[in-house]
């Protein structure tokens, strides 16, 4: 028989005391629950969390376990020989030879009395000299030693990085990435901005800088400045636009500023504007390209990706990166399902252009 697939159910029962709080921090508390219970819910690992097989016969020397194993028994065969000294002594202590060498018939028998006494004696100082020059025979040191050996040979056979390690920021890894212009030498100064993103009455998700390529794409990254600074006639801006699609594992897509749904758009030349050209590429993670409207024209739309996506490339005309900040893609890449439409609305609540002097 079919296994029935489990059903997500929102919780109805607010988490709040009615009449401790206002309806409307009651509703938005319950729908932001709602939606952490429904990520849970749909949770899917992304990293394979089984190990590799491991063969420990690969580390562990045979012959030296043996030869510590015969070791060991030696050791256990002269603890004995020690506890039956000890025991010994324990069982004679106390005692007091009280015997009159003058009751002896034959003063041959005393003096060989007297050797005896001092055979034992000399035994019980070679058995005081084992017990104080005791030590144990697994250091520290050693100890430490062999662990270091064990984590360096896990690093080597481990798929997956250990988690004892330090991981490096994004976006010190983002910069060992191939470059979006491909060899394309560097023609000009290039303007900076900045994006905010936020759940709407929910956290802030995070601030990402953004180099713009003005001296390959100029048409393109003037539109996206003036929109993103608010300075332009037509007093357009890129603040409180919604973030409506979210593709994990793809790109999120925002910049219609006039609907919000992804089917408006504008931008400071009219209504659209021509495609300017496709020299830039969307080779890493954190790449900006215009959404292409109609055939061969952009207006205020972008997207931002998540991976390289050479599949848009020749179809969205690239203009920036993410030069700081590309963890929090991550925080947003979170809220997105197959569908596309995020989980919760988000919004890019600040955007401006910034100053290369100062942030140099």
């Not at 849970?40 to 420990?56: E, G, I, L, S």
């Not at 947003?332 to 919760?344: C, F, N, S, T």
């Not at 609305?345 to 002097?357: E, R, T, V």
Request: proline residues 6%; aromatic residues 8%.
């Amino acid at each position: 028989m079919k296994k029935k697939s489990k059903k997500f159910r929102p919780c109805k029962i607010p988490r709040y005391l009615i009449g401790s709080a206002s309806p409307q921090l009651i509703a938005t508390d319950l729908a932001e629950f709602n939606a952490h219970r429904y990520k849970v819910f749909t949770a899917k690992p992304r990293t394979d969390t089984n190990p590799p097989k491991m063969n420990p016969f690969k580390y562990v020397d045979i012959r030296k376990l043996r030869s510590d194993e015969e070791r060991l028994k030696l050791i256990d065969k002269e603890n004995k020989e020690i506890l039956k000294a000890i025991n010994t002594v324990n069982r004679t202590i106390g005692r007091i030879d009280s015997y009159n060498p003058h009751a002896y018939a034959n003063k041959s028998k005393w003096l060989g009395h007297v050797i005896t006494m001092k055979k034992i004696e000399n035994k019980n100082k070679t058995i005081y000299h084992k017990i104080v020059s005791a030590s144990s025979s697994y250091q520290r040191e050693a100890m430490n030693r062999f662990w270091t050996g064990v984590i360096k040979k896990l690093q080597l056979t481990s798929k997956f990085p250990l988690v004892i390690l330090q991981k490096p920021p994004l976006d010190h890894e983002l910069s060992k990435e191939p470059s979006i212009s491909c060899g394309l030498e560097k023609l000009s100064e290039r303007p900076l901005c900045f994006l905010e993103f936020q759940v709407v009455d929910g956290p802030f998700l995070g601030r990402m800088e953004i180099e713009l390529y003005h001296d390959h794409v100029p048409v393109t990254v003037q539109n996206f400045l003036e929109i993103c600074s608010g300075q332009n006639k037509k007093k357009l801006s890129y603040k409180n636009c919604p973030v409506h699609r979210i593709v994990p594992g793809k790109f999120l897509a925002t910049g219609d500023i006039t609907l919000g749904t992804g089917r408006g758009g504008t931008s400071i030349y009219g209504k659209d504007f021509s495609e300017e050209g496709h020299k830039l590429k969307h080779t890493r993670t954190g790449v900006l390209s215009m959404c292409r409207v109609h055939k061969h024209d952009n207006n205020s739309l972008f997207c931002i990706t998540f991976t390289a996506m050479e599949s848009l490339d020749n179809q969205n005309v690239v203009f920036g990166k993410v030069i700081k900040g590309a963890h929090h893609l991550l925080k947003i890449e979170g809220y997105g399902r197959r569908v596309g439409k995020p989980l919760l609305p988000i919004i890019i609540s600040n955007c401006g252009k910034l100053n290369p002097a100062l942030e140099c």
